[in-house]
């Protein structure tokens, strides 16, 4: 196929514009322009069909008398011998860019002013990045129109965590823009390889946004997905260095997902890493530290159509941090201007914080923490749908733990994992946490899940040190009702002994399972939490110290007397935990019921140097 220049191609639309076709049928014969086209052609369209100023009559009649007593004057006298050059070739572009600046900034000046302020779900969005467009027409300087792209490129990303923040689905027209002002100044930057200043520019933001676009991910619908993974590429790409940039990743590299995978890395070839017993590609695209073999790292990995993983970027886990890293669940007590106050304690948050949806008193939420140079901060910010009726006509989803170990082969790509008799469905951004050991038939794990119309689908599954026996099993859920004889626990049918007294409906159990053929046996149960409390919290952390009956965790310490329900292995510094506890009088963190998951430390995990704070400083008190 001939190559055409995007300038022909802009040339052949606006012509055929001019013909009565329209933007659609443009944009449909240019697919793989549409992106830089369609802004241009909107602005064209809008242009052409602007009415003409027409002058008044008198006016214009005054001034054609003039005219003709000037040329009049010009007969009478000798005239001198004038220099023709042929200008008009030269100014026609000039001239038609002034034209449509004009109809721009004179007849819709209101419109432009007032897109510039609108987000990507508003009409005037289009007219938003028409405006950048112009602009970039009168930019000559190859260095200076990346400088603008780049600053564009943030913008976008502004815009899609504003989107984000008030929870609102992020369109595609902006995953759109991002990948297209991304690849356009990546391009402008391998053309000028002496440019240092500009390629540090483009990539120290490309970091940021990659991260944050890989946060993005579980909240991105099906129909943006396509939009998604070519901005995630495009943005990976412009991180690499420009002789690597053309073999970069491909966004079909990302068609079933990104993961987030941690364990221990064991090498198997060159470009082969098996990570907790999954096989990783690893090559030049791959961004991150050096891999130390048989050390814990983490890994970001897309998922391709068959189901091979390929690691867009890697860390190695430093001595004394999780792989997963800690979660605080709970209601929100106060909002600050330092963070959010949950069990009376201080989440901080910061610019980096990743939040979906907003934040307000009441509200329950999900804080996964991480590090900052100033101690424990918020890391990403969600909130919680609470629990719906079990009669409602559509299933409401229900949120539920579960214990037990893998059967059958999980190395090989696959959608589904049996753990503890029950299918669960690999979700295109489930984690996997393999500190402990490899994911692998046998291997005792611990699944974050979520159940609605009968499929169980894994949030993330943590591979636990465990000697339990293979036939017992674990259930942290909500009691749904009774029927039958049977149980329901967050939607799953299990079988309690004869005579057991039923808990009330809405109380979250913590119930001890045994296999037996096909059922899911009550052992014993125990009440985690009333219906109407909400004032207890969850912690998903690390025992990072042990002083009596004080551990210190994250988000810092908390006291797990003999009057609290306990389970599990002994507790020993470095093992995980889950523990449910609210504020006691006294000002400290009280467990009501805690489950040790490890029987032996995973990782070596000294005191953390600094805790969440225990007390709340003075800040504005949010709604």
Known sequence: MEFRSFNSVLDECIAALQQGDTVDDCLAKYPSHADRLEPLLILADKVRNTPPALPRPWPQAAAWQ?????????????????????????LRPVAITLAVLLALFGATGGTVLAAQNSLPDSPLYRVKLATEDVRLWFVFDDVHKAEILIDQSNERMDEILQMNRQDKPVPSNVLSALRSR???????????????????????????????????????????????????????????????????????????????????????????????????????????QPIQNGAAASFVVGKNSRGQLRALTVSATPAGLTLGGSVVSGQVEQVTDQGIVIAGQLIPINSQTFLTGRVKKGQRVE??????????????????????????AQEPPSQFTFEGVIEGDVKKP???????????????????????????????????????????????????????PPDSAALIGVFNRSRGGVWYVA????????????????????????????????????????????????????????????????????????????????????ARAIVWGRRNQNGVLEATFARVLDKNAVVPTPAPASPVPTTIPAGNAGP
């Open 491 to 574: 939607g799953l049918q299990i079988v309690p002994p004869e005579r057991t007294a039923e808990p009330l409906e809405g109380t979250l159990l913590f119930v001890d399972l045994a296999r037996r053929g096909s059922d899911l046996e009550v052992k014993s149960y125990t009440r985690i939490q009333a219906p109407d409390d909400t004032s207890l919290v969850r912690l998903d952390v690390t025992i990072t110290k042990l002083d009596g009956a004080i551990w210190t965790v994250d988000f810092g310490t908390v006291r797990v007397s003999s009057t609290a329900d306990f389970s599990g292995p002994e507790e020993t510094v470095g």
């Open 182 to 288: 991304n690849q356009r100044a990546a391009d402008i930057v391998a053309e000028h390889p002496d440019e240092a200043a500009l390629k540090t520019s483009l990539v120290q933001q490309a970091e940021a946004q990659e991260a944050n676009l890989v946060l993005l991910f579980p909240q991105v619908s099906e129909s943006a997905r396509p939009p998604y993974n070519e901005a995630l590429a495009a943005t990976h790409n412009a991180r690499l260095p420009s002789d690597q940039a053309v073999a970069g990743i491909h966004p079909e590299e990302l068609s079933e997902g990104v993961q987030h995978i941690s364990g221990i890395a064991e090498k198997v070839n060159e470009s082969i890493w098996s990570v907790g017993g999954l096989e990783v590609r690893v090559d030049q695209t791959t961004i991150g």
């Open 414 to 468: 696959t959608d589904e994992w049996k753990i503890g008799g029950l299918s669960f469905t690999i979700t295109p951004d489930t984690a996997i946490d393999a500190s402990a050991g490899q994911a692998k038939s046998g291997a005792r794990v611990l699944v974050e899940a979520t159940r609605q119309n009968e499929q169980l689908s894994a949030h993330k599954i943590t591979v636990l040190a465990s000697d339990a």
């Open 367 to 392: 804080v996964k923490l991480g590090t900052s140079e100033t101690g424990v901060v918020a890391s990403t910010v969600r909130s919680v749908a609470t629990a719906a009726p079990a009669d409602d």
């Open 66 to 90: 003039r005219v003709r007593q000037r040329a009049t004057d010009l007969r009478s006298s000798p005239q001198p011998v004038q220099l023709s050059f042929d200008y008009g070739a030269w």
